[in-house]
């Protein structure tokens, strides 16, 4: 069996739901996005910008105004977040805002999730938990989220894609979820 510490991250990283509230190193952080901006693109547009969102009051206020919003939107998705802490960050102390820009290319999305990829897998290199999530954009959406795009900084001319959250966790880790081989298809 070939082994190497790169694909031990990928095995052991599984989703963390669960933050406690010690603090990520500005290092930490950096070195982790950084290793975002290295994800590749369609045509090597890098139509991404990444916000990262650190202030406590901001991720409150993102939490408040998503949940609200999810409760009307899906009753069924809001029960199950309040089985798991009620927040949509799950208290994570940094947020990472992938956006991509409008009208760049048809692949702008996927490009945003190669991003998530390379963050998340370059947090579990560090010691860092993460999940990536795409409910924390429902605090942005429509009129409601105008004041809230504002305060982070979202530029015109961009979209929420999705999200990695980032922490230690509280408590024990998980380990990486069971893989089925039999979904993988040989054409040779």
């Known amino acids: 069996m070939v082994t190497s510490k790169t694909l031990d991250v990928i095995a052991q990283r599984y989703s963390c739901r669960v933050y406690s509230d010690k603090p990520l190193p500005n290092d930490v952080v950096d070195a982790i996005t950084t290793a975002g901006l290295h994800a ?4 090597n547009r890098q139509p991404w ?30 029960e199950r977040m309040q089985g798991r802490g ?8 940094v947020v990472v805002m992938i956006v991509g820009q409008d009208g760049v290319s048809q692949y702008t999305d996927l490009d945003c999730g190669i991003v998530a990829s ?26 409601g989220g105008a004041d809230l795009r504002l305060r982070i900084g979202l530029p015109d001319g961009f979209h929420f894609a999705l999200s990695v959250l980032l922490g230690y966790a ?12 039999a979904k993988v298809s040989l054409v040779a």
Do not use: F, W
């Open 86 to 93: 009620g927040t949509l960050t799950y208290d994570a102390p």
């Open 40 to 43: 590749p693109s369609a045509v």
């Open 49 to 78: 910008r990444l916000i990262v969102v650190r202030n406590k009051t901001v991720l409150d206020e993102l939490n408040q105004t998503g949940m609200t919003l999810l409760k009307d939107a899906d009753p069924a998705g809001y």
């Open 118 to 143: 390379h963050l998340v897998l370059a947090a579990a290199s560090l010691g860092v938990d993460s999940c990536i999530a795409a409910m924390p954009g429902l605090a942005l959406a429509g009129d």
């Open 170 to 181: 509280a408590g024990d880790p998980k380990p990486g979820h069971e893989i089925d081989q």
